[in-house]
T-cell receptor, first 115, second 111 residues
Framework: DAGITQSPRYKITETGRQVTLMCHQTWSHSYMFWYRQDLGHGLRLIYYSAAADITDKGEVPDGYVVSRSKTENFPLTLESATRSQTSVYFC??????????????FGPGTRLLVL | GQSLEQPSEVTAVEGAIVQINCTYQTSGFYGLSWYQQHDGGAPTFLSYNALDGLEETGRFSSFLSRSDSYGYLLLQELQMKDSASYFCAVREPSGTYKYIFGTGTRLKVLA
């Protein structure tokens, strides 16, 4: 029972490069989310998806692209990485968005450093 | 925009009771959740309040008062392993599935 996984766990890249962070869940949860976590800002929503092929912007979407062709995968792409995108990225999923189904299950995170 | 305010740090001793507050500048949200995050780890779900009042889950309880724009997480019989950061979170009432997290409270439990 893998749950929700992220890869890579650590990534170092250079300014201007494209980077893709992977997220995979085995529960067939409908909802998936990408957050970034920076000191002093807590968790901020980048993008979310309500189902395959349905995605929408969160609080800080600029510079990021997502897709969701399959329910279990929700990759996040930094089109041209900038130093301000150095952060810890968490993927999460939930069964629904009401009551107990609203519980989000988080992946282990990807620590990204942009030089 | 929406915002959730939490104290940045709280310190307590083992065996004590501690309350972590969450005040918000929004209305009409769906429910208040609490998450725990240990250093270097991922957030994990603790508690959810759909309605006003107290929800109890073992040593942890969570309270919500929509009229006061206020909620709190209560941790009883503190243990060293409770040292972590705690976040409150709400889903925005805009009909989307956007979640807002508080800035987090770092709890230090002293022996």
């Amino acid at each position: 029972d893998a749950g929700i996984t992220q890869s890579p766990r650590y990534k170092i890249t250079e300014t201007g490069r494209q980077v893709t962070l992977m997220c995979h869940q085995t529960w067939s949860h409908s909802y998936m989310f990408w957050y970034r976590q920076d000191l002093g800002h807590g968790l901020r929503l980048i993008y979310y998806s309500a189902a395959a092929d349905i995605t929408d912007k969160g609080e800080v979407p600029d510079g990021y692209v997502v897709s969701r062709s399959k329910t279990e995968n929700f990759p996040l792409t930094l089109e041209s990485a900038t130093r301000s995108q150095t952060s810890v990225y968490f993927c999460a999923s939930s069964q629904g968005v009401a009551g107990a189904q609203e519980t989000q299950y988080f992946g282990p995170g990807t620590r990204l450093l942009v030089l | 925009g929406q915002s959730l305010e939490q104290p940045s740090e709280v310190t307590a001793v083992e065996g004590a009771i501690v309350q972590i507050n969450c005040t918000y500048q929004t209305s009409g949200f769906y429910g208040l959740s609490w998450y725990q995050q240990h250093d270097g780890g991922a957030p994990t779900f603790l508690s959810y309040n759909a309605l006003d009042g107290l929800e109890e889950t073992g040593r942890f309880s969570s309270f919500l008062s929509r009229s006061d724009s206020y909620g709190y997480l209560l941790l009883q019989e503190l243990q060293m392993k409770d040292s972590a950061s705690y976040f409150c979170a709400v889903r925005e009432p805009s009909g989307t599935y956007k979640y807002i997290f508080g800035t987090g409270t770092r709890l230090k439990v002293l022996a």
